[in-house]
Structure formats: structure tokens, C-alpha cells
């Protein structure tokens, strides 16, 4: 495995070109608003992308066609405006995400792989009745902190 982490430089020696192990891409807190040109050669072979606190507003270009391996994706700490269909990653199993941006996943989560949602930020005493509805088979944290789906 190949962590690619925040102190580490940027550069073609930190994208090993012919690696054939899933890679851990670590990129979080570097002020991006796009993917490193170096990550393109190894898309195909990212198992988790960390891009947290970061400059995202949209999705990067080619996050939802080129990683066809990834099963973990943290966008948390990005100003996003929108979260599009994540549901063409068949292998994505967690998602990270802003609690504040929790009605942009409404329309396609429950058509996704995804089984665990992590939701940072601010504390929810429940979740959504659209997602006790229809998402029941994702576990969901708050925090690090299992919310149930048994409310009522």
C-alpha cells in the first residue's frame, strides 16, 4: 500500500506509475479545487481518496468514471454545492461527507454500494425520515458515532 499523505510533496515520485497495489491517497488539507495530474496514471488502482478540507465545490473531474476501484471517499471540510449520483462506483462502500450536505446524497444513496455514511460536522438528534425509509441497509455514524434507525 501506498499512502500518499500531507506532508508529502506532490510529484511523479510520489505516483509510482507501474504500482499494481490498491493505494490509500491521502490529499486532505492541501487547498485543492482538483486532482493532481500525477494521480490520472493510477486512478484505476485507488482504494480510498481523502480530499477533506478542501476547495472542492463540485466533484473533481473524472472522480465518478475514473476510480473504478475506489471504496472509500472522503469529502468532508469542502464548501460543495452539489454531491452528484455516486452510484456508477460499484465498489464504494464508505462515504465521508459534511453533515450540512447530507440531502445532496437523497436522490441516488439508496441506488449506491455505499454501506457506511460518516457525516461530520454538526450533531443530528435523528436522521431524515427519507433516509429511515429508504437507506436502511447503511449504517450511519455522526461523529464516529452510530445513529440508529429506529427512532420512531
Known sequence: ????????????????????????????GRRLDQLP????????????????????????????THFPSLETLDLHGNPLNEIPNLSTL?????????????????????????????????ELASLPDWFLTTCSHIECFNNGTPLEHDFY
Open 90 to 122: 460499484t465498489k464504494l462502500r464508505v462515504l465521508v461527507i459534511d453533515t450540512d450536505r447530507l440531502s445532496f446524497v437523497r436522490d441516488w444513496l439508496d441506488q449506491s454500494s455505499i454501506t457506511r455514511l460518516h457525516l461530520v460536522g454538526r
Open 1 to 28: 500500500m501506498v499512502r500518499i499523505s500531507h506532508g508529502d510533496t506532490l510529484c511523479k515520485e510520489n505516483f509510482p506509475i507501474n504500482y499494481s497495489d490498491p493505494l490509500d491517497i491521502d490529499l486532505s
Open 37 to 64: 495530474k500525477e494521480l490520472e496514471s493510477l486512478a484505476d488502482k485507488v482504494r480510498t481518496l481523502v480530499l477533506s478540507g478542501n476547495c472542492f465545490v463540485r466533484l473533481p473531474y473524472g472522480l465518478q
